[in-house]
């Protein structure tokens, strides 16, 4: 008995509870985490905490992580954007090489919707219509600087045609300026933007993914509409630089079992997102991908 308490402990990644910050307010991506949380344990030896961190876009929550001690028992858990997008912002507190990306989790797509009453009824017919009157679309976002807004950007500039962006404190007053007709379009995940568009009040143009997700298997991509960019929202797990590779590995065998485990199936079937497992090297190559089209994107834009 007392061996095989010692090969346990030999075994055992961490040498105690981990905390798993989550940089925003409670929504989907800390639901994900607490999905996760009790499908790890078994493997960690340790319980997994799940604290929110909310604010500053992510900043706050991130900063908590890099500045923390490399052990293995302070994660991350976030969208792309806290490593590809904040420390570009003015006034960064933290650099992209301070978050270590271990594994992808989900990947979700934009989705692009529009006011059932909108003078266009499809994506080539909202380009034609910006095109002949720029910046008098607009479109209305989650927040400057937000993932949300800068793939609406990126968008823009791939297909050449200017709008008019207005930010929101968050999604759902977004989603309320369209639907009241203050605002032309706006972009959003599935969970967000699919209730709308099931019961009439949106309109979905397009999708941003690489390829159409199942949810809007009707929904063209970008790609298909003739716009060449392909961005999805990678929310994964990220650890501050130093951790050590073993303890690395560990973390990143033990989520990759989780994820496929039939338990967090039915947890993604319900909140309708898409697991997606990524290892470090491949998320690091995706994020890595993403910052240099926001690299020269965010210096066009006005983000105070």
Same mark, same amino acid.
């Given at each position: 008995?007392?061996? +095989?308490?010692?090969?346990?402990?030999?075994?055992?990644?961490?040498?105690?509870?981990?905390?798993?910050?989550?940089?925003?307010?409670?929504?989907?991506?800390?639901?994900?985490?607490?999905?996760?949380?009790?499908?790890?344990?078994?493997?960690?030896?340790?319980?997994?905490?799940?604290?929110?961190?909310?604010?500053?876009?992510? &900043?706050? !929550? &991130?900063?908590? $992580?890099?500045?923390?001690?490399?052990?293995?028992?302070?994660?991350?858990?976030?969208?792309?954007?806290?490593?590809?997008?904040?420390?570009?912002?003015?006034?960064?507190?933290?650099?992209?090489?301070?978050?270590?990306?271990?594994?992808?989790?989900?990947?979700?797509?934009?989705?692009?919707?529009?006011?059932?009453?909108?003078?266009?009824?499809?994506?080539?017919?909202?380009?034609?219509?910006?095109?002949?009157?720029?910046? %008098?679309?607009?479109?209305?976002?989650? !927040?400057?600087?937000?993932?949300?807004?800068?793939?609406?950007?990126?968008?823009?500039?791939?297909?050449?045609?200017?709008?008019?962006?207005?930010?929101?404190?968050?999604?759902?007053? &977004?989603?309320? =300026?369209?639907?009241?007709?203050?605002?032309?379009?706006?972009?959003?995940?599935?969970? +967000?933007?699919?209730?709308?568009?099931?019961?009439?009040?949106? %309109?979905?143009?397009?999708? @941003?993914?690489?390829?159409?997700?199942?949810?809007?298997?009707? $929904? /063209?991509?970008?790609?298909?509409?003739?716009?060449?960019?392909?961005?999805?929202?990678?929310?994964?797990?990220?650890? /501050?630089?130093?951790?050590?590779?073993?303890?690395?590995?560990?973390?990143?065998?033990?989520?990759?079992?989780?994820? &496929?485990?039939?338990?967090?199936?039915?947890?993604?079937?319900?909140?309708?997102?898409?697991?997606?497992?990524?290892? /470090?090297?491949? @998320?690091?190559?995706?994020?890595?991908?993403?910052?240099?089209?926001?690299? =020269?994107?965010?210096?066009?834009?006005?983000?105070?």
């Amino acid at each position: 008995m007392m061996a +095989a308490a010692a090969r346990n402990a030999v075994a055992q990644p961490i040498d105690g509870n981990a905390t798993v910050v989550v940089p925003y307010a409670p929504g989907v991506t800390d639901q994900e985490v607490r999905a996760l949380a009790p499908l790890l344990r078994g493997a960690l030896g340790h319980a997994v905490v799940v604290d929110n961190r909310a604010g500053a876009g992510g &900043a706050i !929550g &991130a900063r908590a $992580v890099v500045t923390a001690r490399p052990d293995g028992r302070t994660l991350l858990y976030a969208a792309g954007a806290v490593a590809t997008v904040l420390p570009l912002l003015p006034n960064p507190n933290y650099a992209f090489e301070d978050l270590v990306p271990l594994c992808r989790v989900t990947a979700n797509t934009h989705i692009l919707a529009a006011r059932p009453d909108a003078p266009y009824a499809s994506f080539a017919q909202m380009l034609a219509h910006a095109r002949a009157n720029p910046e %008098r679309v607009v479109f209305a976002s989650s !927040g400057a600087g937000t993932a949300v807004h800068l793939a609406g950007e990126a968008m823009a500039r791939t297909a050449g045609v200017k709008l008019l962006h207005a930010p929101f404190q968050g999604l759902a007053p &977004a989603m309320t =300026a369209v639907l009241g007709g203050h605002a032309d379009f706006v972009i959003g995940l599935p969970v +967000a933007i699919l209730p709308a568009v099931a019961d009439g009040r949106l %309109r979905a143009l397009v999708q @941003f993914g690489e390829t159409r997700n199942p949810l809007a298997a009707d $929904v /063209p991509t970008l790609r298909e509409s003739g716009v060449d960019l392909v961005q999805s929202v990678d929310i994964g797990l990220f650890a /501050p630089r130093g951790l050590p590779d073993a303890v690395a590995a560990a973390w990143v065998e033990a989520v990759r079992v989780a994820i &496929a485990s039939p338990e967090f199936r039915e947890f993604a079937t319900r909140a309708r997102v898409n697991p997606a497992f990524l290892p /470090p090297d491949l @998320f690091a190559a995706a994020l890595r991908r993403d910052r240099e089209i926001y690299r =020269a994107l965010i210096p066009t834009l006005s983000l105070g």
